[in-house]
């Protein structure tokens, strides 16, 4: 079946660091990417998401994008901040499979960001 | 974001005890979820209702029970839960579209401790 799997953290960085979160997944229909984040004591926020393969989905500075051939997901930034800490969820959707309209969420990553 | 809330946000409760959860979205959407988030594991689909019918039930324990009686209102009923039940429980509504790319927009969560 379908499945997501995240880096596992927590991942700790200082302030202005440049933070990739490995993203991959499994699909057998045509799945739509997302990353969500999480801030200590909310519920989930869509950061950004894609709907086909090589599209990029991007949003505060945040980018991923939609790699078809290494089923990959990978969510950057340049620079981040101390408001970036929270926990971020990759997430697919796929449409061509009996998962239609349901999103498979990976485990999340814990990110820290010191200053 | 005030679009999907949740009430109570904490709630502490007995193994013999019956309450519920509330979950409203002012969204419009035709489509809300029900998620468990336990520590250290992916967030767990338990149920979705589609025109308030329920299309998915995540072979969740019959010690929940949800209810949907109209499109931006869903419960989730609980009776007689175990301490493992203790976890974060996010309603989340989406809008559904043909092309299976439907963002879902998250409440708060409510913080349910069983003793």
């Known amino acids: 079946g379908d499945s997501v799997t995240q880096m596992e953290g927590p991942v700790t960085l200082s302030e202005e660091a440049f933070l990739t979160i490995n993203c991959t997944y499994t699909?057998?229909?045509?799945?739509?990417l997302f990353w969500y984040v999480q801030y200590p004591g909310e519920g989930l926020q869509l950061l950004l998401k894609a709907t086909k393969a090589d599209d990029k989905g991007s949003n505060k500075g945040f980018e991923a994008t939609y790699r078809k051939e290494t089923t990959s997901f990978h969510l950057e930034k340049g620079s981040v901040q101390v408001s970036d800490s929270a926990v971020y969820f990759c997430a697919l959707s796929d449409l061509g499979s009996s998962n239609t309209g349901k999103l498979i969420f990976g485990q999340g990553t814990t990110l820290q960001v010191k200053p | 974001e005030t679009g999907v809330t949740q009430t109570p946000r904490h709630l502490v409760m007995g193994m013999t005890n019956k309450k519920s959860l509330k979950c409203e979205q002012h969204l419009g959407h035709n489509a809300m979820y029900w998620y468990k988030q336990s520590a250290k594991k992916p967030l767990e689909l338990m149920f979705v209702y589609n025109f308030k019918e329920q299309t998915e039930n995540n072979s969740v324990p019959s010690r929940f029970s949800p209810e949907c009686p109209n499109s931006s209102h869903l419960f989730l009923h609980l009776h007689t839960l175990q301490p493992e039940d203790s976890a974060l429980y996010l309603c989340?509504?989406?809008?559904?579209?043909?092309?299976?790319?439907?963002?879902?927009?998250f409440g708060p969560g409510t913080r349910l401790l069983v003793l």
């Open positions: 989340a509504s989406s809008q559904e579209e043909l092309a299976g790319a439907e963002t879902q927009y």
């Open positions: 699909a057998t229909g045509y799945p739509s």
